[in-house]
């Protein structure tokens, strides 16, 4: 039976997945975009009829050239629209402990992304927007209480 139009007129959101990476003494991995100025979580846009899950490591593999699986999901973060930009989602998933060699192991295949390091979380607040070092707080508490932290625009909820 037609649904008589109810599906295109159901509300779209922009959907993205990234992976936390972090070192043994607690830094994270960023990486510098070459299209903007601000350094981001290994990640991206997901794409049409394809999971978070599965478009983190699609995107691990265009950006750091590496096959890592993610791990389970550390933040579920709404974000509200802006820039013309409608709301969406954000999820990130846990990719374990690296170390520099790990690091340094990354190779930058499309020019999409110029670098990656391993930061501080102060020095992350310095990188990216204040709602990154939001997320990443959230994150980081994730790992450590084995839970899922709830986000609106980055700041945790539950």
């Given at each position: ?16 997945a990234g992976v936390l990476f972090r070192s043994a003494d607690g830094r ?5 975009p070459s299209y903007k100025p601000n350094w981001e979580l290994p990640g991206g846009v997901v794409e049409a009829d394809e999971a978070p ?106």
């Amino acid at each position: 039976m037609p649904d008589g139009g109810y599906a295109a007129g159901l509300p779209r959101k922009r959907v993205a997945a990234g992976v936390l990476f972090r070192s043994a003494d607690g830094r994270v991995l960023l990486v510098e975009p070459s299209y903007k100025p601000n350094w981001e979580l290994p990640g991206g846009v997901v794409e049409a009829d394809e999971a978070p899950w599965d478009g983190a490591v699609r995107e691990l593999g265009e950006e750091l050239g590496t096959d890592r699986p993610v791990g389970r999901l550390l933040v579920v973060d709404h974000v509200r629209g802006y820039d013309g930009r409608p709301d969406g989602m954000n999820f990130v998933f846990d990719g374990g402990v690296l170390d520099d060699a790990d690091v340094a192991g990354f190779v930058f295949r499309d020019g999409e992304i110029l670098s990656a390091g391993l930061y501080t979380l102060e020095q992350a607040r310095g990188l990216g927007k204040p709602m990154l070092a939001e997320r990443l707080s959230a994150a980081l508490a994730a790992v450590r209480e084995g839970s899922v932290a709830l986000c609106r625009d980055g700041v945790r909820i539950s």
